[in-house]
């Protein structure tokens, strides 16, 4: 989704997941690092390391998933996604972004000269992209229960 927003390059971009297999797989690092997209893992036992993806899973359960009923994962897929990038990533007002859409913020944020890359810096960044956090139950369309 990333990719697509960005037409294609994603250089740069920190993607948070989990720690499942396929995250962990040699296929999916490999491709990271051909995309030029730096991986970022929650650390084993840490509830707050995972806490932005864990949000965002939150968001999408109760914002969309529980107010529609799919017929297929495959259909599952496809509405989250186009949600995610239709809405969510694109209209939908973050607070952590300064009431702005993620993508709105990124773009103000790249767009505005920075004097170095301090750890404030580096903070903003990361906020700009916390729309960019995935776990399993996200990609794989599953219904969260409660």
């Known amino acids: 989704m990333a990719a697509a927003t960005r037409g294609g390059d994603v250089r740069g971009v920190i993607i948070h997941t989990d720690r499942g297999s396929e995250y962990c797989s040699r296929r999916f690092k490999r491709a990271c690092r051909r995309l030029g997209i730096v991986q970022s893992m929650g650390r084993v036992g840490s509830c707050f390391d995972n806490a932005v993806s864990e949000a965002f899973n939150s968001v999408l359960t ?10 297929t994962r ?73």
């Open 74 to 146: 495959t259909e599952a897929r496809v509405k989250i996604a186009t949600w995610i990038t239709g809405f969510h990533n694109t209209r939908r007002l973050h607070s952590v972004c300064g009431l702005k859409s993620p993508i709105d913020y990124e773009r103000d944020y790249r767009a505005t000269p920075r004097r170095g890359t301090g750890r404030i810096d580096r903070l903003h960044a990361a906020r700009g992209l916390t729309c960019w956090t995935f776990t399993r139950n996200a990609l794989a369309g599953r219904q969260h229960t409660s």
């Open 62 to 71: 109760v914002e969309y998933v529980h107010r529609h009923t799919f017929r």
